[in-house]
Every structure is written in structure tokens, then in C-alpha cells.
């Protein structure tokens, strides 16, 4: 079936999807489903009978439409008769979540007396439209990302920081390996040099589809290579139960760029890690050496 109901959604494959959800009646029929099929744990589907009458739908014709509507992008048929696609499921999930709800804004609150991210200086994090900042006092973030209201209810700012530094991890990982946190298409990486009196070097992805997904210190682009997770092991520190920011990976002194190439130094217990990135952030050479022969190196 095609056609428009006077919304403007159509029910062709090339039907926008936001028109497509842009309907009351739509709305509750992806909401029943989510409720008979996921909630309920049944995953035959649900009966036609079942999800008119939770949708709360009596004519038979209007139901039909709507339902055809959401046909092949957000319902599918099942076993036992209709159950949400992977894109329905997400929908569904993000209104049960509650997750363009506004919230109050959260004052800094200090959660580090002490990081080498801002030379030594403390670390404040925040909480303002739906992003969580990690930031030195009166100062721009250094980290930044969102958290959805609802997973920010019932966690202080200092779980919130646990989050964020997670978060961040998997998305820098993901974008790494050539992959949108979001939407999965290919971002573009590059490691770039911020201007300033103290440049700092930055790794910074941007998706084709989404825009740009973040813009790190380049030292959390390898926080979790396994070159720096065995030299810190080596030297009794366990990477991944720090947060980002509490580890000396940073610093503009420690950086050098050559050309497409970039060379970050990662000094610990009189040792040096070097680290070559190519353009992309990607680690392509990594060596460890006494810091005086590295000295002499740079």
C-alpha cells in the first residue's frame, strides 16, 4: 500500500522516516508493540487482536493503514504476528527512556584535586543539556559528551564522570576502527594542532551523517592501545580502571608533529614510551626506551 494520510508519511521506501513517526496513532502502535513483545519478553510477536486493542485503535481500516505505514522500516511481521524491526526497537526505546526529556543543570563539582591533563590543576564536571564536561575552573571542557537524561536521574557527578570516561572509550575506539558511534558509517579522523600560547594536539572525528562525534587530547586516542596498557601494566598501573584524564598521556611538550605523522612520548618510572600516529591517530610504531635516550631522540 502507498499513499499519504494527509500528514504527509507515506508508505513507500523512500518515505522520510521522522514523517513517518510524525502520527499520534503510529506512536502508540510502536509504544503496544514495545510493550507486548519487549517488556512482555514474548518474542513471537504480537497478535493483531492484542496490538489493536493495546494501541487503542477500534477502526479496523485506520488501523490497517497505520499499521502498513510502519511496515518493513519499524514493524515486521512475526511468528505470531507483528514485532518491532531493529529501528523500531531503538525508537520505542528512546521514548520509553525518556530521552529528550529537559532536566536542571548541575553545578561543577570538583572531581579530581589534581590532573595531568591541565597541569596538575583540579577537574570540575558539569552537567547541562544533556552533556556531562569534564573542565578546569571557568575554563572550556576538555572532554565533553552526552548523557541522556535518564540515565543521569539517579547518578551524582562523580558516578556521571564514570560514565563520561566509559563513554568516551568506546566511542574514540569505535571511531578508530572506522566506525560512528551513532550511525556506523566510516568518520574521518585526523590528529590536528590547536592554536594557542601552549598548543595542544587533538584527535578529532567527524561523521559524514552525524557531523562532528568529538574532539579529544590525542593521548586519549591510545589510552587504550595495547602498547600503553602493557607499559603502564609493566609498571604497576592497570589503564583500564582509570579515567581517561587521570593518566599522564598528555601534554603539548610531549608531542611533536612531523609532517602526517605525529610522535607522542609517554614518560613513567625513568621510562619512555614513544608512540608514532599517522594521520589518522592510528599507533603505527610504538618503542620503549630509558627517557634520557629518548631525550636525546627528540
Given at each position: 500500500?502507498t499513499?499519504s494520510?494527509?500528514d504527509?508519511a507515506?508508505?513507500?521506501?523512500?518515505a522520510?522516516p521522522?514523517s513517518?513517526?510524525?502520527?499520534?496513532?503510529r506512536?502508540?502502535?510502536?509504544?503496544?508493540?514495545?510493550?507486548?513483545?519487549?517488556?512482555?519478553?514474548?518474542?513471537?510477536?504480537?497478535?493483531?487482536s492484542r496490538?489493536?486493542?493495546?494501541?487503542?485503535v477500534?477502526?479496523?481500516?485506520?488501523?490497517?493503514y497505520?499499521?502498513?505505514?510502519?511496515?518493513d522500516?519499524?514493524?515486521?511481521?512475526?511468528?505470531?504476528?507483528?514485532r518491532?524491526?531493529?529501528?523500531?526497537?531503538?525508537?520505542?526505546k528512546?521514548?520509553?527512556?525518556?530521552?529528550?526529556?529537559?532536566h536542571?543543570?548541575?553545578?561543577?563539582?570538583?572531581?579530581?584535586?589534581?590532573?595531568?591533563?591541565?597541569?596538575?590543576?583540579?577537574?570540575?564536571?558539569s552537567?547541562?543539556?544533556?552533556?556531562v564536561?569534564?573542565?578546569?575552573?571557568d575554563?572550556?571542557?576538555?572532554?565533553?559528551?552526552?548523557?541522556?537524561?535518564?540515565?543521569?536521574?539517579?547518578?551524582?557527578?562523580?558516578?556521571l564522570?564514570?560514565?563520561?570516561?566509559a563513554?568516551?572509550?568506546t566511542a574514540?575506539?569505535?571511531?578508530?576502527?572506522?566506525?560512528?558511534?551513532?550511525?556506523?558509517?566510516?568518520?574521518?579522523?585526523?590528529?590536528?594542532?590547536s592554536?594557542?600560547?601552549?598548543?595542544?594536539?587533538?584527535?578529532?572525528?567527524?561523521?559524514?551523517?552525524?557531523?562532528?562525534?568529538?574532539?579529544?587530547?590525542?593521548?586519549a586516542?591510545?589510552?587504550?592501545?595495547?602498547?600503553?596498557?602493557?607499559?603502564?601494566?609493566?609498571?604497576?598501573?592497570?589503564?583500564?580502571?582509570?579515567?581517561?584524564?587521570?593518566?599522564?598521556v598528555?601534554?603539548?611538550?610531549a608531542?611533536?608533529?612531523?609532517?602526517?605523522?605525529?610522535?607522542?612520548?609517554?614518560?613513567?618510572?625513568?621510562?619512555?614510551?614513544?608512540l608514532?600516529?599517522?594521520e589518522?591517530?592510528?599507533?603505527?610504531?610504538?618503542?620503549?626506551?630509558?627517557?634520557?635516550?629518548?631525550?636525546?631522540r627528540?
Amino acid at each position: 500500500m502507498t499513499g499519504s494520510d494527509g500528514d504527509g508519511a507515506t508508505a513507500g521506501p523512500d518515505a522520510d522516516p521522522f514523517s513517518v513517526l510524525g502520527n499520534e496513532t503510529r506512536l502508540r502502535i510502536v509504544d503496544a508493540l514495545y510493550e507486548q513483545t519487549v517488556a512482555a519478553d514474548s518474542r513471537d510477536g504480537c497478535s493483531y487482536s492484542r496490538l489493536k486493542g493495546a494501541a487503542g485503535v477500534r477502526d479496523n481500516g485506520n488501523f490497517n493503514y497505520h499499521l502498513d505505514v510502519l511496515r518493513d522500516r519499524f514493524v515486521e511481521k512475526a511468528d505470531e504476528g507483528y514485532r518491532l524491526s531493529f529501528a523500531g526497537f531503538e525508537i520505542a526505546k528512546s521514548l520509553r527512556a525518556g530521552a529528550w526529556q529537559g532536566h536542571e543543570p548541575r553545578e561543577p563539582v570538583e572531581i579530581e584535586a589534581s590532573s595531568p591533563l591541565v597541569d596538575g590543576r583540579p577537574l570540575y564536571a558539569s552537567y547541562e543539556e544533556s552533556l556531562v564536561r569534564v573542565h578546569a575552573a571557568d575554563e572550556e571542557p576538555v572532554f565533553q559528551i552526552a548523557v541522556r537524561p535518564s540515565g543521569a536521574a539517579y547518578r551524582d557527578l562523580h558516578d556521571l564522570a564514570d560514565v563520561m570516561s566509559a563513554q568516551l572509550v568506546t566511542a574514540v575506539e569505535r571511531a578508530q576502527r572506522g566506525v560512528c558511534p551513532y550511525c556506523h558509517a566510516l568518520p574521518e579522523r585526523s590528529v590536528e594542532r590547536s592554536p594557542g600560547e601552549e598548543p595542544r594536539h587533538r584527535f578529532v572525528a567527524d561523521c559524514p551523517e552525524c557531523g562532528p562525534l568529538f574532539e579529544v587530547p590525542v593521548g586519549a586516542a591510545v589510552a587504550r592501545h595495547p602498547a600503553v596498557v602493557s607499559f603502564y601494566w609493566a609498571r604497576g598501573v592497570d589503564v583500564r580502571k582509570r579515567r581517561l584524564w587521570n593518566l599522564d598521556v598528555y601534554g603539548g611538550h610531549a608531542v611533536e608533529k612531523h609532517g602526517e605523522r605525529t610522535r607522542l612520548r609517554i614518560d613513567r618510572d625513568r621510562a619512555a614510551l614513544t608512540l608514532v600516529l599517522d594521520e589518522d591517530g592510528q599507533v603505527v610504531d610504538s618503542t620503549v626506551e630509558d627517557v634520557e635516550t629518548a631525550q636525546r631522540r627528540q
